[in-house]
């Protein structure tokens, strides 16, 4: 999950060096939080108009995620 999530926003940004996708470790009910760390420049490249790009990277995880039988949540830092 960390590879596709640092795939997709190394696709969206100038500075693509600068990514990093780290995971906490799971919670009581079984739900991965995922953090994207991106530049300062490219924080609004990866959020959207309206957040609609970090809605649908959201969405995107969440379908992987079920294949996988896996709760998870995708916050952009």
């Given amino acids: 999950m960390q590879e596709l999530l640092a795939i997709i926003a190394k696709g969206l ?9 780290e995971a906490d ?6 739900t991965i939080v995922y953090h994207i760390h991106v530049a300062e420049d490219d924080m609004g490249r990866i959020i959207g108009k309206q957040g ?3 809605k ?3 969405t995107i995880a969440r379908s992987a995620a ?3 039988e ?3 949540m995708v916050e952009i830092d």
């Fill in 25 to 30: 470790a799971p919670a009581e009910d079984g």
């Fill in 56 to 58: 649908a990277i959201r």
């Fill in 52 to 54: 609609r790009i970090a």
């Fill in 13 to 21: 940004v100038d500075d693509p060096d600068s990514v990093k996708v």
């Fill in 66 to 68: 079920i294949r996988s």
């Fill in 70 to 72: 896996q709760k998870v």
